[in-house]
Nanobody, 123 residues
Framework: QVQLRESGGGLVQAGGSLRLACAASGRTFSSYAMGWFRQAPGKEREFVTAISRSGGKTSYSDSVKGRFTISRDNAKNAVYLQMNSLKPEDTAVYYC????????????????WGQGTQVTVSS
């Protein structure tokens, strides 16, 4: 079992940056690929990015490619999402989650989820 907690969300102006962190508890953290999803009000949960167990491979949605960077530090049981050049369209609750496979794009492929952290980008 893995428990996840996101942090780092907040309010930022368009063009700004934000760094999200996902802290995990559990001995098997490094056994999971990790992903970030986001969900805006009234919309489906959307895949953002994912990273393999060792951190050697990453995958990004077209909407964030070139702007967002996912990374992980297995020694710290943490995964991060560096978000640059933020746009109002990025406004959403951001969730981190675990998966057994990589890449995984559907929320159904993820087993454990954090509570989410709000990211609001103003124009």
């Amino acid at each position: 079992q893995v428990q996840l907690r996101e942090s780092g969300g907040g309010l930022v102006q368009a063009g700004g940056s934000l760094r999200l962190a996902c802290a995990a508890s559990g001995r098997t953290f490094s056994s999971y690929a990790m992903g970030w999803f986001r969900q805006a009000p009234g919309k489906e949960r959307e895949f953002v990015t994912a990273i393999s167990r060792s951190g050697g491979k990453t995958s990004y949605s077209d909407s964030v490619k070139g702007r967002f960077t996912i990374s992980r530090d297995n020694a710290k049981n943490a995964v991060y999402l560096q978000m640059n050049s933020l746009k109002p369209e990025d406004t959403a609750v951001y969730y981190c989650a675990t998966s057994v496979g990589f890449p995984s794009y559907s929320p159904a492929e993820y087993d454990y989820w954090g509570q989410g952290t709000q990211v609001t980008v103003s124009s």
